[in-house]
């Protein structure tokens, strides 16, 4: 199964105040943390034999872009950050293989989800046969490819959340511990 993981790092961190995705945590800058993660996710997933993974990254950035290149990753350049996260959503999509069958959108301010809750969320979609993917706070979200066109379609801020309103019946929600959600969003939250 051709899985895309787009690794969506394109914010401007208003309210944290500055660029939070290159401020320091835990002795590396913010947003390597969960590329770190994804990708560890990503070889798990094309050990197991059933999955044929691609990283992804959309970023503003150029640091970000350098370093997920330097990890093999795809690097996309996002010149529409102030559309908000749709338009990361938008560019990862439309640079994942053609034979992609489910798309899995990561945010780059949570750097406590595990690797091993990445793969059974991609695990736990495909045995549950629905379309849809989701944890308790909409990110991260997995989405088969016939919503592809709708992803591609999406505006504003409110990213994929907009699709899983609009398709309750096709959802699989997963449970993760609150600490694994945390958002960093203001300097008080990089503990």
């Not at 990445?118 to 629905?130: A, D, I, K, N, P």
Request: charge should be negative; hydrophobic fraction near 40%.
């Amino acid at each position: 199964m051709r899985l895309a993981m787009i690794y969506m790092a394109s914010g401007f961190g208003r309210r944290f105040g500055s660029n939070k995705l290159l401020t320091p945590l835990w002795g590396r800058p913010l947003y390597q943390h969960g590329l770190q993660r994804l990708l560890e996710a990503a070889g798990r997933l094309e050990d197991c034999g059933d999955f044929q993974t691609s990283v992804i990254v959309a970023s503003q950035y150029e640091e970000i872009l350098d370093y997920a290149r330097s990890l093999g990753a795809g690097a996309v350049y996002n010149p529409f950050s102030a559309e908000g996260i749709t338009a990361s959503i938008r560019l990862g999509t439309m640079n994942a293989p053609a034979d992609t069958e489910l798309y899995l959108y990561f945010v780059a301010d949570q750097p406590c989800l595990s690797a091993e809750s990445v793969v059974r969320l991609v695990e736990g979609l495909v045995e549950s046969g629905r379309g849809i993917g989701s944890v308790k706070n909409g990110s991260p979200c997995i989405f088969a490819a016939k919503y592809r066109e709708e992803l591609l379609a999406l505006a504003g801020d409110r990213g994929g959340r907009q699709i899983i309103r609009r398709h309750p019946e096709d959802v699989w929600e997963m449970k993760l511990p609150d600490e694994e959600l945390r958002d960093i969003d203001l300097p008080e939250d990089m503990l």
